[in-house]
């Protein structure tokens, strides 16, 4: 199967913009808003990212939102995710939790000014704990697709369990349908037995769906009954559906809820939306992974496979394996630095060659690590095609953007 990615951090102004737009009649019918952002950046005094971090956002005593610093030491947080908040914001406070010491950032800027910055003068301590959770819509409507799913998804987590071999990876799965059907949920506890996971998924069959499917019955099943790792590197959970849930004042009201509290625990919300998902169903999908600092997938018509699939309100992507995008956002997810001090430190007399105003006939070369070779990279800065001269091969290479989310591996 084929699939593509719409990762809205990295084009926050573009999200901005649709919502205003070709999405806008989406967010009276949720009531999910995500834009008043709050980005928290945690490291410790080597510049190692501090992982899995509470962190909170508070007015007056109040935590209006909660979450979890990820393996690059981010965290999301966000004001009036669901209805206006009467606050001054220079009551606002952000607080942060970490190997039970607390810290306070007394001065919180928004997104669109600038990024909250609190650096902890703590020793290396990274975990090597992975969740990942598996929920998936079995109902009729999935039956083209489930079966491809059923079999890339074992694909997938076999393919994890032989990249993970330092790492304690656990895994889990919920499905779901709706309710009169046969079941409402079933689940598989996340566990290190991987066959567990495989043969409860190859096990189930798809059928009913004659009323709304229960989202938001399975994400509470996922959220507050797997039981997730106390301290991970991260919690992936992958939501694949097509059909989003009741738009009952009740059901929102609970979607807001378990989205509350994915983001508390550190649940990043990764929807992959099939075969049938309507711009209703994107929308809410996209704000659930927004509030969890997950990412938005989609499948594409470009395999066959499947009824017609929706392109998504944005203004590119790229068509990727299925498989291959879902190991890809793994790698992002959970890659972590090596936990030696001294490689985490920056090396005040490493050259950096730069300039404000390249000459466009010279190739601004900047040497990205200093070692035995270096790394030429140009043109610098370019907002197009960058070159890389690498000497000599290496294990392997990590690009980010600005805010340290991997954009390639």
């Known amino acids: 199967m084929t699939a593509g990615e719409v990762h809205d951090f990295s084009k926050w102004e573009l999200w901005q913009d649709i919502t205003q737009d070709e999405l806008k009649q989406w967010k009276k019918q949720w009531k999910i808003f995500p834009q008043e952002r709050y980005m928290v950046q945690l490291t410790s005094h080597t510049g190692a990212p501090i992982v899995d971090a509470k962190v909170q956002l508070v007015h007056k005593s109040k935590v209006l939102w909660e979450a979890k610093s990820d393996n690059t030491g981010k965290a999301e947080l966000w004001l009036s995710l669901y209805e206006k908040a009467d606050v001054n914001d220079n009551k606002l406070n952000i607080l942060v939790e970490y190997q039970g010491e607390k810290y306070a950032i007394n001065k919180v800027t928004e997104f669109h000014k600038g990024v909250n910055h ?12 992975i969740d990942i959770a598996f929920v998936v819509d079995a109902t009729g409507s999935m039956k083209d697709e489930i079966d491809y799913l059923k079999s890339e998804l074992g694909d997938i987590i076999q393919q994890i369990q032989n990249e993970s071999l330092e790492q304690t990876v656990r895994l889990g799965s919920v499905f779901y349908k709706s309710f009169g059907d046969d079941y409402v949920t079933k689940k598989s506890d996340l566990s290190t037995n991987f066959s567990q996971t495989v043969e409860f998924i190859k096990g189930k069959r798809t059928g009913g769906g004659r009323s709304a499917e229960a989202v938001e019955t399975a994400l509470e099943v996922a959220v507050n009954e797997l039981e997730w790792s106390e301290k991970a590197t991260a919690r992936l959970l992958f939501l694949v559906l097509d ?11 609970r979607i807001q809820v378990v989205n509350q509290q994915a983001a508390a625990k550190g649940v990043r919300i990764i929807p992959v939306a099939c075969s049938g998902t309507d711009k209703s169903t994107e929308y809410l999908m996209r704000t659930l992974a927004l509030s969890t600092n997950g990412t938005y997938v ?11 699939h929706i392109k998504p309100t944005t203004d590119e992507f790229d068509v990727e394996l299925f498989n291959d995008l879902l190991i890809r956002l793994v790698k992002q997810f959970t890659y972590l630095p090596e936990c030696k001090e001294e490689a985490m430190a920056i090396q005040e007399d490493q050259p950096v060659e730069t300039t404000s105003e390249p000459d466009p006939d010279v190739p601004n070369n900047t040497p990205l690590i200093e070692d035995d070779f270096q790394i030429k990279c140009y043109p610098n800065p370019s907002e197009g095609i960058v070159n890389l001269e690498i000497p000599k091969k290496i294990e392997e290479l990590f690009v980010t953007d600005a805010t340290g989310k991997i954009l390639m591996r």
Do not use: H, R, W, Y
């Open 118 to 129: 609190l650096e902890i003068n703590t020793a290396c301590n990274l975990t090597d704990v």
């Open 298 to 308: 989609f499948l594409t018509d470009d395999s066959g496979i499947g009824l017609s």
């Open 243 to 253: 059909e989003p849930p009741a738009n009952t004042d009740d059901i929102i009201q």
